[in-house]
Structure formats: structure tokens, C-alpha cells
């Protein structure tokens, strides 16, 4: 059993790694790839990328699948004074410019004391879409809207 932990440990660490690597990677000379947005009283971290950017053993240690059809949002809400990963329910749903909704089935990724809450979508190339994130602790609720244009390579 303390194998199995350790071996889970060491995907969920290298998971970790790779989703930073990537943010470092899409990062422009003037800014970042992932964004960061205030919501009351959390920092909520965002980046929205292609499967496609995890490697194989990543991608099917987390049970997520890869495709050039395939995105994948990634987030992670902080306490904006501590700092520290605050464990949230999250539901939500991609719409695109015609109107068609899918939703998003958050996973939650627990890595040492950072939690990522990752939901994969398919879509078309240049499709443009809305999101629509509601967090939740207890009785605070917040909304995180994003939007972004996917593109198939």
C-alpha cells in the first residue's frame, strides 16, 4: 500500500511539474500564460491548454485523455492572504458562440499542499468559448467567467 501511495505521489508531483512547465513555456517576453483573477476573498489561478502539452504518462496517470481535439482547463484558488490552497467544490460549463454548453467535470489533484481542479473538453478548431465557473466553500460562492479561443493543431 505504501507503494502505491508513493508511486501516486510521484505522478500527482510530476503532473505538477509538467503544468508549470508548460505555463513557463506559453509565457510571452511582457507576461504569463496563466492569469490570475480576484474573487472575494481567494486568488484564483487559471490557464486553459491543450492536452496535447502533457506528456503521455502524465496524461493517462490522471486519466485524461489526449487529442489535438482535447483542452483542458487547469485551476487553483488560493487564500489571497495565506496564500494556501483552499479545497472548493467546482462546477461549470464551456458555451460556444452558438450557444452549445458542455460541462465541465472538475478533477481535483492534490499535490504536497497545492490542489489543481482539472476538467477536460473537446472542440473544433478556432472555436471560440465562454466559461462559466462557479467555486464554492461552504457558503461562499464565487463566479469565475473566462474566454478563450481553442485551436486545433
Known sequence: MAKIREKLSIKSTTLAAMLMFVAVILMPATGSAEEKTELGDWEVHHI??????LTAEIAKANGIVRSKYNSM???SV?????????NVSMTG????????SKQLEFKTVRDGD???YL?????AHKENFRF???IQQ?????????KQIMYVD
Open 73 to 75: 482547463v487547469n485551476i
Open 93 to 100: 460549463t464551456a458555451r460556444n458562440l452558438l450557444g452549445n
Open 78 to 86: 488560493l487564500d489571497s492572504t495565506s496564500k494556501t490552497a483552499q
Open 48 to 53: 486553459v491548454l491543450p492536452t496535447t502539452f
Open 119 to 123: 476538467a477536460v473538453f473537446s472542440h
Open 138 to 146: 461552504g457558503d461562499t460562492v464565487e463566479t469565475l467567467q473566462l
Open 132 to 134: 462559466d465557473i462557479t
Open 114 to 116: 497545492a490542489i489543481y
